[in-house]
T-cell receptor, first 114, second 110 residues
């Protein structure tokens, strides 16, 4: 089973709202990732968690706040977003962080900020 | 930063072979991947190759790596309409960072 699940599938939020994206995997993977993908563009890495600790933050604005409460779950808390933050947000996981461990992606959450 | 370029679009007839190309500037990646993305969906890992290999075959998929020219390709044999999607090459960089190519939209017509 190489399934990564993400909820919700679609989210529309106003610039003053607070919302959260959720990602879950039950493959025993110890590395989890958030990517952002704008329309017609490749995914761009936002955050990496390794063994529930944040190991990479790609200079993401503080209105995006990741959280890894346990080894199976990854959240992305959203607050005071801008319309340009509208994108597909993809979660991925791998057995471990580092070379040689394939990243498996979830279906994404399509976020629209109004 | 690193540039990973792909041609934007490829159109092939059903049953023919498709070849999707990827060129890159930084040759230090040890793992190179191919992902498929269908409309509105996440990315599906198709295959990968180690940098010390020249070729890898996996059923209908053949990956070729030319390190000298910094060129990676994915050949899909007997292309089917279900293969229509966007294909991304991706290079694993230090600190576990995947750098994706610009993506190639493959259209398969009957």
């Amino acid at each position: 089973d190489t399934e990564v699940t993400q909820t919700p599938k679609h989210l529309v939020m106003g610039m003053t709202n607070k919302k959260s994206l959720k990602c879950e995997q039950h493959m025993g993977h110890r590395a989890m990732y958030w990517y952002k993908q704008k329309a017609k563009k490749p995914p761009e890495l936002m955050f990496v968690y390794s063994y529930e600790k944040l190991s990479i933050n790609e200079s993401v604005p503080s209105r995006f706040s990741p959280e890894c409460p346990n080894s199976s779950l990854l959240n992305l808390h959203l607050h005071a977003l801008q319309p340009e933050d509208s994108a597909l947000y993809l979660c991925a996981s791998s057995q471990k962080a580092g070379e040689g461990y394939e990243q498996y992606f979830g279906p994404g959450t399509r976020l629209t900020v109004t | 930063g690193e540039d990973v370029e792909q041609s934007l679009f490829l159109s092939v007839r059903e049953g023919d072979s498709s070849v999707i190309n990827c060129t890159y500037t930084d040759s230090s990646s040890t793992y190179l991947y191919w992902y498929k993305q269908e409309p509105g969906a996440g990315l599906q890992l198709l295959t990968y190759i180690f940098s010390n290999m020249d070729m890898k075959q996996d059923q209908r998929l053949t990956v070729l790596l030319n390190k000298k020219d910094k060129h990676l390709s994915l050949r899909i044999a007997d292309t089917q309409t279900g293969d229509s999607a966007i294909y991304f090459c991706a290079l694993l960089r230090v600190a576990d960072k995947l750098i994706f190519g610009t993506g190639t939209r493959l259209q398969v017509f009957p």
